[in-house]
């Protein structure tokens, strides 16, 4: 019954995937628009630890972004594998909302099955919202000490990131709005919010060290 | 001697351009990000607008959503090819680098490449900020009375063009920066300070009005 998650936005043309996008298809949709956005700010990190390696004047800090660039490639895949955890999370529910409804026993079933679906839903977007915090840290160093004509790719890297983690969150609103389990619903709210302060507070960090470079 | 800009990133497999963005190149680099931060920004407002259209409850708003369906497509589009233009300009920036500066005429002629070329890489970004600040219009009606179900696409659309405002305006600091006629400098200092002000101000009221719906 279930849209079935072949997205592997990897493998598609930019072109197709923002098609489906701008679809009326359920997926892909603000979940997987962050994770892309994560992607990319993943990306301009790695570009400014390229920029870095290999450069005589920045020799010091050479181990230092051999780390970078490898936890900023991580990252990168991890956004793009997000996009199908997120939609098979909004399957599930989607399947859940479909269970038959006609006996008080089929009822009760479903409700269970859909709050049960729904909190499983928080699970990717604040896992997006993770990925774009650890970005948020890489930037800052790329920042601090990468290649300074390359700090502007630092600043949009956290600029992205923060972008990631505000859009990804709304995925994670729309689903604490319908569950009724209200001490799960104030954790994740609690969680929900640390996650967007800081990430807010550490791309105000990176925008300041770049300003200070231009 | 130039990069050749012959990037289309719409035919580009997804993997592929993040590859190119994350590599040492010169190009593709943080305004080409900005270009697809926006592009996944316009693809959510027509998201929306496609999830408005053809419902009896929104027959009302029918027409009007047809407009913004239309501006949404388009403004992807123009997105897309600020890419190919962003590094046009880039090239000529390089290319003006790139000039022999062996005698005192050379070097004025160089000096008078360079100052040109930084003037007209600006104009891409400024475009890109342009064209999200016109998707946030787009996507405050998305929020203010399009299907509310997906209430936090349009808020998502709103976050990703108010990003793309940012990020495409760092490639105008790093021109200017290197610019030395002063009364463009201050002139476009104004224009990208009153851009990024209405890119926050408009991308805070749909935050608003999506929150008041969830």
Redesign the interface.
């Known amino acids: 019954m279930s849209v079935k998650s072949n997205i592997d936005?990897?493998?598609?043309?930019?072109?197709a995937?923002?098609?489906d996008?701008?679809?009326?298809k359920p997926a892909p949709?603000?979940g997987s628009?962050?994770a892309?956005?994560g992607?990319?700010?993943?990306?301009?990190s790695?570009?400014v630890a390229?920029?870095t390696l290999g450069k005589e004047k920045y020799k010091e800090v050479e181990g230092a972004f051999e780390t970078i660039l490898e936890k900023?490639?991580k990252l990168?895949n991890e956004f793009?594998r997000a996009i199908g955890e997120d939609i098979e999370a909004y399957n599930e529910v989607m399947d859940a909302y479909g269970l038959p409804k006609n006996t008080e026993e089929e009822k009760e079933r479903r409700r269970e099955a859909i709050q049960s679906a729904l909190k499983g839903a928080t699970e990717p977007p604040f896992k997006m919202a993770e990925l774009a915090d650890e970005v948020l840290e890489l930037s800052k160093e790329c920042a601090l000490s990468g290649n300074s004509h390359?700090v502007?790719?630092a600043?949009?890297s956290a600029?992205?990131a923060?972008?990631t983690v505000?859009?990804a969150l709304?995925?994670v609103?729309?689903n604490l709005?319908s569950i009724s389990d209200s001490s799960f619903v104030e954790e994740k709210r609690r969680k929900r919010k640390d996650l967007s302060q800081k990430a807010r507070r550490r791309a105000e960090e990176v925008v300041e060290i770049?300003d200070g470079k231009?």
């Open positions: 936005p990897r493998n598609q043309k930019l072109d995937f923002l098609n996008l701008a679809s009326s949709g603000g628009a962050a892309v956005a992607a990319l700010g993943a990306a301009l790695s570009m390229n920029l900023a490639e990168r793009l390359a502007t790719d600043g949009a600029i992205l923060e972008a505000r859009t709304l995925n609103d729309i709005s770049m231009i």
